[in-house]
Structures are given as C-alpha cells and as structure tokens.
C-alpha cells in the first residue's frame, strides 16, 4: 500500500485528478474524536500502510497540533511525518493533492515527506479579498489608505501569500477589473503568476467577483481552473469572510516526479529513512551535524574563570 497522506479536515482533500490517486485520511481533532479513538484510528492506518506523512501547518488550531504529537509519543513510533508547511488553507490542500498523486509512485515514505517542502515552493497562494483590515498573516504593507477603503463595500483587493507577498488595490469590482495603484505600499498590478505550466482551483466565500475566472487566470496562462468549496479555516486565515481564495499549481505527475527525482538523496543520519534537502521529515534531523563550538580563547577562558 502507498505511504498514507493525512490532512485535519476534509476540506482540506481536494478530488483527485485521476482514478490513481488515492484519497487523503482524515485525522480528526480532539473536539470530534476522543484520545483512545485517535489512537485507534492512526495504528489502523499504520498497519495498512506502513508509514504516515500528515501535513500539520503552523495556522492549525493548538489543540489540534497537541493531538497529533501526543498520539505519535504515545504510539512510540518513528513511522509518523508531521510536516509544518506554512500555506492557506487552499495551498495545503494543493499540495497534499501533489502528495497523494506521488504516494503511487516508487519514493520511499522519506522521500514522499521531504519532497513536501520542495512542492511548496512551487505554489502560487493567494486569495481576492473584500477587506484588508485584518490582513495579518501575510506580510506586506497595508497602509492606511488600504484600511480606510477596506470599509468601502465595494472594495477589492488581489493579494498574493505565497511565493512573494503582494497586494494590490482593485480598480473596481467585478470582472474585467484590472489592478491600479492605490497607494500605502500596494503594488501596481495584477500579481505575477508562475513560470510553469499549472492548474489553478478556488473557493468562494462571501464576496461577489469574477475576477479570478475572468482576469488572473488569462493572466497567468493556467492550462485548467477548478472550484472547490472553501475550507472552513480560510476566513480566518484571511482575516475576512468576504473572499475568493485560490491556489495554482503543477498538476502533472510526472513533470512532480521529474522534480522530486531530480533532487540527490541522501540517508537520515538519525532514523536511516531517504531524504531530500535538508531535514528528515519524519524525524526533523538536519541532514548534517551542526558544528561544533569552537574552544573558548585562553583570555575570554581566564576572563571566566575569574572571581
């Protein structure tokens, strides 16, 4: 059986993108699900597949976090990914779609959850938003212009979360929209999409717009579009219901094959599982021992030693 990709919530599982990849488990939170059930729950899908990759980002209620690590020590086993890849709610969700569609393929389980942080960077995350006054996950400026226009209920605003902050203030609602300035450190235009072939999926929450259908999506040349229903965690995220968030990506597997082969392998020097990159994902170990301190010099050694 392939390594089995986890998610908190089943809206975080988008469909899949053909007959071969699998579904995506679902690990309950604590307020749906008692501690012995959980515990049921995950050695059953450790029997069956050997080894578990969970995408856990950092946004995840605490609660939730405390769950998955307390039924991994408490299981005791080293067969348990727990990945801390900080995307919105819909890049997660992309991007455990990539790891479904690569669990099928002949990586081994350490390679499958290494490869979590190279897809990563290849998501393009982003979300059209109705307010921008409480925009605080994504790190760009928002001036006060962009916070006094937010309490305009025809206000729109592109902003782009990941690979590269961005934020622009829409010239007008609606489709055929377009980006201008709008001062308080917003960019001039529509945000720049990736240089490779994607796919791109979104979600509507409470705002009214064509905008990512109509105008990004020409934009940035994206070979198919797909809505999904908004992960419950967005609005948050965002920091306003009034949303279209969306999410591009490589929906190619063997171009994320190609790219995850690519990458030299190496072995945990702590759990022995293939890596790529840095740092073991099932373990966290860096893939090289940090250095050591150097010795203390004889005068900052004597220094110490003084009374």
């Not at 299981?75 to 990914?81: F, G, M, S, V, Y």
């Not at 990159?277 to 940090?290: H, K, M, N, S, V």
Request: overall charge neutral; glycine content about 8%; charged content about 15%.
């Amino acid at each position: 059986m392939p390594t089995a990709i986890a998610v908190t919530s089943a809206d975080l599982v988008l469909p899949a993108p053909d007959r071969h990849t699998p579904g995506a488990a679902v690990l309950h939170p604590p307020e749906q699900l008692d501690l012995e059930s959980a515990l049921a729950e995950t050695s059953a899908l450790l029997e069956r597949h050997g080894h578990l990759v969970a995408v856990v980002p950092p946004w995840l209620p605490a609660a939730t976090v405390r769950r998955l690590h307390t039924v991994r020590s408490i299981l005791e086993t080293d067969r348990i990914a727990l990945l801390g890849i900080d995307l919105p709610p819909l890049g997660i969700a992309l991007l455990v779609r990539q790891l479904r569609q690569l669990s099928v393929c002949d990586f081994s389980p350490g390679i499958i959850a290494s490869a979590a942080r190279l897809l990563s960077h290849y998501i393009h995350a982003g979300a059209l938003l109705g307010s921008v006054a409480k925009l605080d996950r994504v790190r760009v400026p928002v001036g006060l212009g962009a916070h006094a226009r937010s309490w305009s209920p025809s206000a729109q605003f592109a902003v782009m979360a990941h690979p590269a902050p961005h934020l622009a203030k829409l010239a007008k609602s609606g489709a055929g929209a377009g980006a201008r300035a709008g001062g308080g450190g917003m960019d001039r235009a529509v945000p720049a999409g990736p240089e490779f072939a994607t796919h791109l999926v979104f979600a509507r929450g409470q705002l009214t717009s064509d905008w990512v259908t109509a105008e990004l999506a020409p934009a940035w040349q994206v070979q198919g579009v797909m809505e999904n229903p908004l992960p419950a965690l967005s609005p948050g995220w965002w920091g306003t219901a009034k949303l279209v968030e969306f999410a591009a990506g490589i929906p190619d597997l063997s171009v994320l094959y190609q790219l995850v082969a690519s990458v030299r392998r190496e072995e945990c020097r702590w759990c022995g599982l293939e890596l790529i990159g840095d740092r073991c994902g099932f373990c966290a170990a860096p893939l090289t021992a940090p250095p050591a301190a150097p010795p203390p010099s004889t005068a900052s050694a004597a220094a110490r030693s003084r009374p």
